[in-house]
């Protein structure tokens, strides 16, 4: 069996040309990945009451309620890196935000954010969202047409960062 390096943008448009040219045409495929590609994930926003420790993939749209001062911290290689900590609020509650480098210069009290492709982590036992390498924090609107509106209104009463997090162990009940 040989073995032949293909250009997946290429392949990808004519998947999707012929999806859109034949909507009934049914692919079989055992990857993972194509049928990721050709039925993307509808654009849905979830509410920040939703985030669970350790949940991936979020794309919110979020309102800047304060802001912690910036703190430089020196790396192992000499170079500096800048991290700040922002409470980001909807309706439905408040998270704590970890904003590193260039993030931090979008950041402004009052601003509405798009934050994609974040993650829900726990840092020192409290929930803290932060960006992925593949993500991005952007102004709302960011130009997206799927990108939902600003929340109406912000919830600072319900701050799921203030829950604390312990990792226990669990006695197997059949053992």
């Known amino acids: 069996m040989s073995q032949k390096l293909i250009d997946v943008g290429t392949t990808f448009r004519r998947l999707r040309r012929l999806l859109e040219l034949y909507p009934l045409l049914v692919i079989r495929t055992h990857s993972k990945w194509l049928q990721q590609m050709t039925n993307p ?11 669970t420790p ?3 993939g979020h794309n919110l749209v979020l309102q800047v309620v304060s802001i912690a001062p910036t703190v430089e911290k020196k790396r192992y290689d000499g170079t500096t890196s800048r991290i700040a900590e922002a409470v980001l609020a ?3 509650g408040c998270v704590t935000f970890t904003a590193r480098n260039d993030q931090i210069d979008i950041l402004k009290d009052g601003l509405v954010l798009v934050v994609r492709n974040s993650n829900a982590d726990i840092f020192n036992g409290f929930m803290r969202l932060n960006v992925t390498q593949w993500g991005k924090l952007s102004l709302h ?7 939902p509106p600003p929340p109406p209104s912000v919830n600072t009463d319900n701050n799921i960062s203030a829950v604390e997090y312990e990792l226990v162990t669990v006695d197997d009940p059949e053992e």
């Open 41 to 51: 994930a509808s654009s849905v926003v979830p509410p920040v009451q939703d985030l």
């Open 54 to 56: 350790g949940s991936q």
């Open 90 to 92: 909807d309706e439905t």
């Open 141 to 147: 609107p960011d130009g997206v047409a799927s990108t």
